[in-house]
């Protein structure tokens, strides 16, 4: 649960899109150019993404994990396209919007849309897909909730409300459905609207049975299989049946009817759909199977930290072995296991799973394994999740230069008897040889720590948001002597995070830098800090008045 802003993450698709009582009555969606969605603007629905997405990343559950969110991008990329070449995503939702999915540290079953193309996913989740396709199945149903901008319908007949009151007004209800309400959820909830609203919290049933239908022939657009829409359903259904504690908001929210699961079903035997047909897949690169079992095991070991649960996930590595399991089940336990091992600083044991994770993923066959298991094809995009495992494990252990050495094997044309998938821009592989060169290299002067400035700077440039990466720019300016260069990173990094003060703090540091040290001035830094710091004061005064005006 999300909780530094006293908030619990929403149980469905509608984190932010609160019905109105006539939305939910109708039997025909209006179509895009009606008033109903105009009333609502793209601008004014990024305003509000933007305010709701400021509280969530300072909180301690939002999760930025390079290795992670890479794989989950891998997904989301591929329906982001699928939608383009459909239709669905015209050019100035594509324009306005960032489609940005996150990740949430938590063991519910949940994932969300927020206003303004946001999108959050629980590890929870994650770590029960068996498949990439059920994964797949649940990112283009939220991903069509944004395309057919249900949140803007849903939203029409409150544009009179400030921005401010209705981010507000969401972050309580949702903290209030999470955990039962409280005075935290009441004291954000400081509307009298807030009462109705909370039992009004899921889309409309039409709309969720549009998103059903266009989702599923996105995935098949993009080269997925739908039946993982039924498959995920059903699985959903079934786990919540067997237990649901309170673990499964995302079927509360969406209730999984026999007719929306027998829906699925019939739309996968029929080849398509008859209204939006599939256009030709979006080709590119795709997760495999065992890559797919590499991110759930991932997933289910950083939901929950706890030291008694990391030292369960060691020993299912073992037991895997002995229970005669299959190649993909060994595999999950054994990065799992390695993962865990890591965390847990018992480094004897991460070696011998990640080689043990290695082996499998190359199409060796570990102990106990059946025959049929004996001779597999090596996975080149599983061996590469297991090295950049290796290479953060050994990072961790403060070996910087057995890190090197691996990572090195993802951007070499081989690894062992088979290639492995290098990706240049891959975040996690920046991210890490970022950390080894620090670590590596002490002298200001290094050319390897120069070229990994290089990178980081060009990766912002492109993705702005990316408060991560900024920071460890920050991190290698300095170590190179770029003082008002790593000021305005640092500034940069706590501004992606919603932290405006923050970046405020350190870009004033930054002009006293410059004004009183002229030998460390560098003229062209200065006068971006000073333009960065007109823009983000003016922004605060601005959300500091819309707050004083509202409440």
Known sequence: MLRAVGLGVVSLSLTAAVLSPDAQAQNRLPTLGDSIAED????????????????????????????????????????????????DLGDDLSERFPYRPFLVRDPSVNAFALPGGFMGVHLGLMAITQTRDELASVLAHEMTHINQRHIARSFANSKQQSLISI????????????????????????????VGIQGQLNFSRDMEREADRIGASVMASAGFDPAGMASMFERLQKASRLNDSGNFPYLRSHPLTTQRIGEARARVEAGGDSVLPAVAPVTGSMATPLEHTAALARARVLMDARVDVLQRWQRLDAESSAAQATRTDQFADAYSAALASS????????????????????????PGASSADATQRPDRRAVRAVLLL???????????????ATLTRLTKPAVGPVAADAMPTSRPVM???AQIALALNINKDD???RQISEQLQTWVARYPPDSEAWAMLGRVSAQLGWSLRSLRADAESHYARGDLRGAIDRLRAGQNLAR????????????????????????????????LGYQ
């Open 40 to 87: 609502f603007s793209l601008t004014t629905e990024r305003q509000l993404g933007d305010a709701i997405m400021r509280d969530i990343q300072r909180d301690p559950d939002y999760l930025d994990d390079p290795i992670l969110l890479e794989y989950l991008q891998s997904l989301w990329q591929p329906l982001l396209a699928a939608a383009q070449v459909r239709g």
């Open 167 to 194: 981010a507000a007004t969401i972050l309580g209800v949702i903290a209030a459905t999470q955990s039962g309400g409280g005075d935290a959820a009441g004291a954000l909830i400081t509307s009298g609207q807030a």
């Open 343 to 366: 965390l847990l600083r018992d480094w004897s044991r991460a070696d011998a799973s990640i080689k043990k994770a290695l082996d499998l993923a190359l199409g060796g066959a570990a």
């Open 390 to 404: 290796a290479t953060e494990s050994q990072l961790q252990r403060g070996d910087a230069q057995r890190a090197q």
């Open 431 to 433: 991210l890490l040889a």
């Open 447 to 449: 050319e390897a720590l």
């Open 516 to 547: 009183n040290n002229q030998s460390a001035a560098d003229f062209v830094e200065s006068s971006i800090i000073d333009s960065r710091l007109r823009a983000i004061e003016a922004q605060r005064r601005q959300l500091l008045t819309e707050q």
